[in-house]
C-alpha cells in the first residue's frame, strides 16, 4: 500500500513541509479548490499544485474530490454539458500524472455531523453525530447551520435545491449515477484514471433527501453499473462502519478481493447506538472498527492502492480544519504503518 495525507492545498495550516516528516508518508491527497463546481479544472493549474507537492519531496496521484455538480445527481437537461467538463477534468488529471480520483453522489449535503469540536473524557476534541440532535434540524427553516457545511448557499438556494429533489427517489439516483458512470468510465479508462466512489457519510438517507451508497449492496449494484476497475470504491471505514448493519472487515475482504478498492480511509469510529457515533482515534480499542483486520484484509490480497488516514480528533491544543489536524491524523498513520510491518514480518 501507499500511505497519503489529505491536505487542503497553501491555506491548510497543515504544511506540506509537516506531511512530509511524517514516516512513510508518499505522497499527498488534494484538489483545486478556487474553481467552481462543474468547471473543467484547466492542465497548467493541476500541474502546477503537483509541481509544488513534488518540490516538497511528495507525490500527488489521488485527487479528492472532483465534485459532482447537482444538475448531474439531479439528471437536468445541462447534465450533458457538466458531463463533458467532468470528461476533460479526468483527461487533465491523468495527463498530470493523476491515478485516482475520489468522489462521491450524496445529494446536497456531503458528510454531515451534529458538532465538530465534542469534548472527549481525555481532554481531546472530535467529530459527533448525534441522531436526536440531527433529527430535529431543519434545512429549510433558514437557519441551519450545519458544522462543515458550504455556507455558500442561500436559504432561497437550498429550498429550490430541496424541491428539485422531491422527484428524485433513490431508484431516480442510481438512474441518474448509472447515467453519469456508463460516460465517464471509459475515459477514465483511456486517461488511467481510476474512479473511486465515497460512500455516503452517515450512511443513511437524512433530512429526506436519498441516499444510494451505503452498504454491501449498493456497492455491488454500484461496480455492477460498469465492470471495470476503473469503476471502483473510496473504501471508508469510518462512513460504513458507523452503521452495525456494515462490517468492514468483510467488505475489505470482498472488495480487494475483487480489485475494486482505488483508494482507502481507515479510521474509527465509536457506535452509541445505531444512528449515533462518536470519532475515535484510529486504534481499535478506542472505539468499534477492527483497524488490524481491515489491513490483514487488504495485505492477505496483496493490496498496492492508496490508503489514508482519515479524521483525527484535535489534541495538544492544535486549531485547525475539524478532523484534519496534523497530530491525531499523523499517530494514526504510524499505527497502521505498524500494523502493516508486523503483518510484513
Ligand atoms: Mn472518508
Known amino acids: 500500500m501507499k500511505l497519503t495525507f489529505r491536505w487542503y492545498g497553501e491555506d491548510d495550516p497543515v504544511k506540506l513541509e509537516n506531511i512530509r516528516q511524517i514516516p512513510g508518508m508518499t505522497g499527498v491527497v488534494s484538489a483545486i479548490y478556487d ?51 467532468y470528461k476533460a477534468t479526468i483527461r487533465h488529471l491523468g495527463q498530470a500524472g493523476v491515478k485516482v480520483v475520489c468522489y462521491n453522489f450524496m445529494p446536497v449535503f456531503d458528510w454531515t455531523r451534529s458538532h465538530l469540536e465534542h469534548e472527549l473524557e481525555d481532554g481531546s476534541n472530535t467529530l459527533v453525530y448525534y441522531k436526536n440532535q440531527v433529527d430535529k434540524m431543519d434545512p429549510l427553516s433558514g437557519e441551519l447551520s450545519l458544522p462543515g457545511w458550504d455556507e455558500s448557499y442561500s436559504k432561497d438556494d437550498i429550498k429550490s435545491l430541496f424541491d428539485a429533489y422531491k422527484s428524485v427517489d433513490e431508484e431516480k439516483l442510481w438512474e441518474n449515477l448509472t447515467y453519469f ?13 481510476k474512479m473511486a466512489i465515497h460512500p455516503d457519510d452517515p450512511p443513511w438517507s437524512i433530512f429526506g433527501l436519498p441516499r444510494i451508497i451505503t452498504s454491501e449492496a449498493s456497492l455491488d449494484r454500484l461496480i455492477n453499473i460498469y465492470d471495470s476497475e476503473y469503476n471502483g470504491i473510496t473504501l471508508c471505514t469510518g462512513s460504513l462502519g458507523c452503521s452495525t448493519k456494515n462490517d468492514v472487515v468483510a467488505l475489505t475482504e470482498k472488495y480487494a478481493a475483487m480489485n475494486r478498492i482505488n483508494f482507502m480511509h481507515i479510521r474509527n469510529v465509536k457506535i452509541i447506538e445505531e444512528g449515533t457515533f462518536e470519532e475515535a482515534a484510529h486504534m481499535a480499542s478506542m472505539g468499534s472498527i477492527n483497524v488490524p483486520g481491515v489491513l490483514k484484509a487488504l495485505h ?12 483525527g480528533r484535535m489534541i495538544w491544543g492544535e486549531t485547525g480544519k475539524p478532523g484534519y489536524g496534523l497530530y491525531d491524523r499523523a499517530l494514526g498513520s504510524q499505527y497502521i504503518l505498524g500494523i502493516w510491518d508486523s503483518i510484513n514480518n
Open 35 to 85: 474553481i467552481p463546481v462543474g468547471e473543467t479544472w484547466p492542465l497548467d493549474k493541476i500541474i502546477a499544485l503537483k509541481e509544488n507537492v513534488n518540490s516538497k519531496g511528495l507525490e500527488l496521484e489521488v485527487i479528492e474530490s472532483v465534485p459532482v455538480p447537482e444538475a448531474i445527481k439531479l439528471g437536468l437537461p445541462e447534465r450533458d454539458d457538466l458531463i463533458e467538463n
Open 300 to 311: 492477505k490480497h496483496n493490496f498496492k492502492g492508496y490508503v489514508r488516514p482519515d479524521h
Open 181 to 193: 458512470l456508463k460516460t465517464i468510465i471509459p475515459v477514465a479508462e483511456e486517461a488511467g484514471v
